[in-house]
């Protein structure tokens, strides 16, 4: 009767060793990226990480270290960042912000774990409104004549003295 308890003791010994052996290896498949910013402004725990617009995974966790901001990033399993790839924070002015990931050229990849450091980039208002920048630079010339007609109506207002101006510069 003792002979079938031990190997019954056995078998099980031998499926928890198994399950624990599947457990390391499955810890171990995390696809985690260490980014290192000095800020993070609009970005928390599950914000999105993006690649080409695409969601490739979330912010895992955020942490203060040395007057820096370490962010844990959990990406796809599939996914493999080129070294040299740059990965910033972009926030609108409404506060959204998000990581994006601009992939590099590279045949040489990040190894999962790896620590790089990371871009902190404030949208301006036109970035949120028109993507292409031969548009951008066409609306910013436009807005400078518009203040330079404004500044040209104001001085000659102030200097007729039909109407009193505080200037506020």
Not at 35 to 51: A, C, H
Not at 81 to 98: D, E, H, R
Request: some cysteine; overall charge positive; charged content about 20%.
């Amino acid at each position: 009767m003792l002979c079938p308890v031990i190997i019954i003791m056995k078998g099980y010994f031998f499926i928890a060793i198994l399950v624990g052996v599947f457990l390391v290896a499955c810890k171990g498949n995390k696809n985690n990226l260490y980014v290192i910013f000095d800020k993070v402004d609009g970005i928390t725990e599950g914000s999105k990480v993006l690649v080409n617009g695409f969601e490739a995974g979330s912010v895992k966790s955020l942490d203060l270290v040395n007057r820096k901001i370490i962010a844990k990033l959990d990406l796809n399993p599939s996914l493999s960042v080129p070294a040299g790839s740059k990965i910033f924070i972009q926030s609108t002015v409404l506060g959204y912000a998000a990581v994006y990931i601009e992939m590099a050229e590279s045949k040489v990849y990040l190894a999962k774990g790896d620590t790089i450091t990371g871009i902190f980039e404030k949208a301006g208002i036109l970035d949120n409104l028109v993507s292409d920048s031969a548009t951008k630079t066409k609306i910013l010339k436009s807005l400078d004549k518009i203040m330079e007609a404004a500044d040209s109506i104001r001085l000659n207002f102030k200097d007729s003295g039909k109407i009193k101006i505080l200037n506020t510069h």
